[in-house]
């Protein structure tokens, strides 16, 4: 039942195609314009805010005052928004934004842990294994310590 990608990308039923002409031809031109406008600005407005957390992740020389756990929270978050927006088989502009927020949660993972392959445990003997270290600079914070006494 989902379709990301979308093989009907660009296809629309009759009944689809209906419905969006009903909705030009019967909504006021002036709210359709802000309509676009608003979405624009938005669109706008998540890229920057995707690069400035990309900025901010990769300017980091140290990990004090950063959770590693809500780092990994917020992969989870993010994953099950990602589902939640697929199975409801929400507009392609939307997955697409939720899916490049879900990749860039999985890359602050590689910046908050050593991750490396391990060849030598496989998984079901057959796949490399992912190992999770913790940085150095994390160890050495204070950060860990309220890190480990928030987890039960």
Not at 8 to 20: M, R, T
């Given at each position: 039942?989902?379709?990301?990608?979308?093989?009907?990308?660009?296809?629309?039923?009759?009944?689809?195609?209906?419905?969006?002409?009903?909705?030009?031809?019967?909504?006021?031109?002036?709210?359709?314009?802000?309509?676009?406008?608003?979405?624009?600005?938005?669109?706008?407005?998540e890229f920057l805010a995707f690069k400035?957390?990309?900025?901010?992740?990769?300017?980091?020389?140290?990990?004090?005052?950063?959770?590693?756990?809500?780092?990994?929270?917020?992969?989870?978050?993010?994953?099950?928004?990602?589902?939640?927006?697929?199975?409801?088989?929400?507009?392609?502009?939307?997955?697409?934004?939720?899916?490049?927020?879900?990749?860039?949660?999985?890359?602050?993972?590689?910046?908050?842990?050593?991750?490396?392959?391990?060849?030598?445990?496989?998984?079901?003997?057959?796949?490399?294994?992912?190992?999770?270290?913790?940085?150095?600079?994390?160890?050495?914070?204070?950060?860990?310590?309220?890190?480990?006494?928030?987890?039960?």
């Open positions: 039942p989902w379709n990301f990608l979308g093989d009907e990308l660009y296809e629309q039923s009759d009944e689809e195609q209906d419905s969006v002409k009903v909705a030009l031809l019967e909504t006021n031109p002036y709210l359709l314009a802000l309509t676009i406008i608003v979405s624009i600005v938005h669109s706008v407005f400035n957390d990309i900025q901010f992740w990769n300017s980091r020389q140290s990990l004090e005052g950063l959770s590693v756990r809500s780092v990994f929270f917020g992969v989870f978050q993010s994953f099950v928004v990602l589902l939640y927006i697929l199975d409801n088989e929400t507009n392609f502009v939307v997955q697409v934004s939720v899916f490049i927020g879900v990749l860039i949660d999985l890359w602050k993972i590689t910046k908050v842990m050593d991750v490396r392959l391990d060849r030598e445990h496989r998984v079901a003997g057959i796949f490399p294994r992912l190992s999770f270290k913790d940085k150095s600079t994390y160890i050495e914070s204070s950060t860990k310590v309220y890190d480990d006494a928030s987890s039960p």
